[in-house]
């Protein structure tokens, strides 16, 4: 889910798609034009904030720690394979 969507070519890596929130914008590194996620990406967030949950809820056992973990990892593959990238013409 790293497509351009003006160019289809891959449009930036993975790490800099991670970094990317709906009110940033960056450049395709195909073709240049401005892309940013859809206002749901904040939605990727909600496993990462059911970690914290669980740790505060299991007070640092290593249950609530590995919770923590599993959230933390489910909101990278959210934002990676479930959030598109969207125009965003000026
Ligand atoms: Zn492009």
Request: net charge positive; aromatic share 8%; glycine share 10%.
């Amino acid at each position: 889910m790293r497509t351009c969507p003006y160019c289809g070519q891959q449009a930036l890596t993975a790490l800099r798609k991670a970094k990317l929130g709906p009110t940033r914008l960056v450049r395709c590194q195909s073709c240049g034009k401005r892309v940013s996620v859809s206002p749901g990406a904040v939605l990727a967030v909600v496993p990462f904030l059911i970690g914290i949950g669980a740790v505060w809820y299991f007070r640092a056992s290593p249950l609530g720690i590995g919770a923590l973990v599993v959230g933390l990892l489910a909101m990278f593959v959210v934002h990676e394979y479930a959030v598109p990238l969207v125009r965003r013409d000026a």
